[in-house]
């Protein structure tokens, strides 16, 4: 597995190596051991699947507060997405900025997203999978979100937004808001 840094700190990229011989092919999803760089002794204790129907349709952007924040390890097992982080730590050189990577299951790449950090992803695919592995469990009361469109951050989305949740759609914008941001 090839493990690259990012332009945001404690964000990877995680590239499986795929093996093919007549059969077919092989790679590792997840390995602890090659991951443990970015785990940092953190263990997986929750794996999600999502399923996306509508190309341009937008996940996110989604974290969780202290004390149940969460590295998430993301990767696209069906369809292609544009896969984003965002970086919510105060006081990080990189506060409010923003990196992108695609997901495909031809490219074998996975987002790591740590704590402090919002994620979310457009569809570029229609009937889109991501698989997630996560170091927290998921709390109602600590999650946390951040528009998709939110000017502060300025994501410029390959494709024209659609299908948005009225959870995501009602986040509040970070304008004037960051006393609130305890991540």
């Known amino acids: 597995m090839n493990i ?3 332009a945001i700190a404690g964000v990877w990229i995680a590239e499986s190596t795929v093996r093919q011989d007549h059969r077919g092919a092989f790679s590792r999803l ?6 443990s760089s970015f785990l940092q002794g953190r263990s997986i204790v929750q794996i999600n699947l999502s399923l996306t129907t509508a190309a341009g349709a937008i996940r996110g952007l989604h974290f969780q507060h202290p004390p149940r924040a969460e590295m998430k390890i993301v990767r696209c097992l069906r369809g292609r997405v544009f896969d984003v982080a965002v970086d919510l730590r105060k006081g990080s050189p990189s506060f409010l900025k923003w990196i992108a990577v695609e997901l495909a299951p031809d490219n074998h790449r996975a987002l790591v997203i740590p704590e402090g950090c919002a994620h979310g992803f457009q569809v570029l695919e229609a009937n889109s999978e991501l698989l997630y592995l996560h170091t927290e469990f998921y709390s109602p009361a600590c999650e946390g979100g951040v528009r998709f469109d939110d000017p502060m951050v300025g994501i410029d989305w390959p494709l024209p937004p659609r299908d948005l949740s009225e959870r995501d759609l009602g986040h509040p914008p970070l304008a004037g808001s960051f006393e609130g941001l305890s991540i």
Do not use: G, L, Q, V
């Open 4 to 6: 690259s840094a990012t």
């Open 30 to 35: 997840f390995c602890a051991e090659e991951e």
